[in-house]
Antibody, heavy 115, light 109 residues
């Protein structure tokens, strides 16, 4: 059974850094793209970035390029999304999702950025 | 930043048929397949339709998808109360990114 299990909710202050994770299981992690999708509470889904763990190839939405960093550690089947300096506008639920044509989703990680 | 346009909302009574449209462009829907996702309140999205009109195992055949040119549609026939949710279309864009629709809230009256 394919599963994507994400790290827990985070509360951070503006300017702080953060790295959230997504562990894949039940499939060959290096054979599928895995990415991140943002959802501001009460709003729609926004595609952010994607990585191919097999060769670390990445693609970013222009809206998020330079704002976040996607990475993956294939030795532990885990993908990451990282911020170096959070803003209040980064407050959202972040979902990891498998594939360019998304077929499986993680449960979501709520990130709250507030002073 | 959504580039796929959906109606904000639609509604129907139990048993009715409702359709949701998704309008894109030649760089996304026009040249790639469309998926549809259902998001129940407080939960992660779930794949409902893939490759324009294919249902994953476990998805009722009340849900169907179609695509023509740069537009796609999701139909729900025999509407049920548990279908009350947000629905999103999605496609790959040739500018090398994924794109989602603006989302449609389905209300069962």
């Amino acid at each position: 059974e394919v599963q994507l299990v994400q790290s827990g909710a985070e509360v951070k202050k503006p300017g702080e850094s953060l790295k959230i994770s997504c562990k894949g299981s039940g499939y060959t992690f290096t054979s599928y793209w895995i990415g991140w999708v943002r959802q501001v509470p009460g709003k729609g889904l926004e595609w952010m970035a994607i990585i191919y763990p097999g060769d670390s190839d990445t693609k970013y939405s222009p809206s998020f390029q330079g704002q976040v960093t996607i990475s993956a550690d294939k030795s532990i089947s885990t993908a990451y999304l990282q911020w170096s300096s959070l803003k209040a506008s980064d407050t959202a639920i972040y979902y990891c999702a498998r594939g360019i044509s998304i077929d499986y989703w993680g449960q979501g990680t709520l990130v709250t950025v507030s002073s | 930043q959504s580039v796929l346009t959906q109606p904000p909302s639609t509604s129907g009574t139990p048993g009715q048929r409702v359709t949701i449209s998704c309008s894109g462009s030649s760089s996304n829907i026009g040249s790639n397949t469309v998926n549809w996702y259902q998001q129940l309140p407080g939960t992660a999205p779930k794949l409902l339709i893939y490759s324009n009109n294919q249902r994953p195992s476990g998805v009722p055949d009340r849900f169907s998808g179609s695509k023509s040119g740069t537009s796609a549609s999701l139909a729900i026939s025999g509407l049920q109360s548990e279908d009350e949710a947000d629905y999103y279309c999605a496609a790959w864009d040739d500018s090398l990114k994924g794109v989602f629709g603006t989302g449609t809230k389905v209300t069962v009256l």
